[in-house]
């Protein structure tokens, strides 16, 4: 019984500290309406105005997400896509960075994705899934795309090798998006 409690304990310790490659300059911090000076920026809205990236909680019958999505300072209600709507968030965290590395950005699209990464580590942004099914999960990564005169940040999910697509939120509206880029570990 000791046994399968070390060998619980040190699983749980390689999950949590990750591979030797893990990216360790990114970190996610409550967003309180200020952005912080090491938040990383993720684009521009219609009126030119500097947006980041953030995470948060949305919840729509039986799935939830927990997914990246465009911050705008100062905005009251943060938006993530979730089954074709914009849906409102809790729990909102802003990306900040501690290295003094530049963001690095891959421009791809849905059929590429895989292949133009194979090198690259993908930086980690969320979590969706449905309450009542556990086969329906996906990992969601980071990316950015312009829709109209606006650059947003949004979730990507990855069903295949040649099927990935970002999702954006546009006022109410959540975008899909084939021609983006992805935002990767620049260690």
Request: net charge negative; hydrophobic share 40%.
């Amino acid at each position: 019984m000791a046994f399968r409690a070390v060998l619980l304990i040190l699983g749980l310790s390689a999950i949590a500290s990750g591979s030797p490659k893990k990216y360790t300059h990114y970190y996610w911090r409550d967003y309180t309406g200020e952005v912080p000076c090491d938040a990383v920026v993720g684009g521009h809205d219609e009126l030119n105005r500097t947006t980041y990236i953030g995470q948060g909680v949305a919840l729509n019958n039986d799935y939830y997400t927990f997914s990246p999505l465009t911050i705008i300072e100062g905005d009251a209600v943060q938006r993530a896509p979730l089954w074709g709507y914009g849906m409102p968030v809790v729990q909102t965290r802003i990306l900040c960075v501690t290295s003094p590395y530049p963001d690095k950005w891959i421009a791809t699209n849905s059929q590429n994705l895989v292949a133009d990464t194979v090198n690259e580590q993908l930086v980690l942004g969320g979590i969706e899934g449905s309450k009542h099914d556990d086969n329906v999960r996906y990992e969601l990564n980071i990316g950015r795309a312009k829709v109209g005169n606006k650059l947003l940040t949004g979730k990507i999910i990855t069903l295949d090798t040649y099927n990935s697509v970002l999702y954006v939120v546009d006022g109410w509206q959540a975008q899909e998006v084939k021609e983006f880029e992805v935002l990767v570990a620049n260690n």
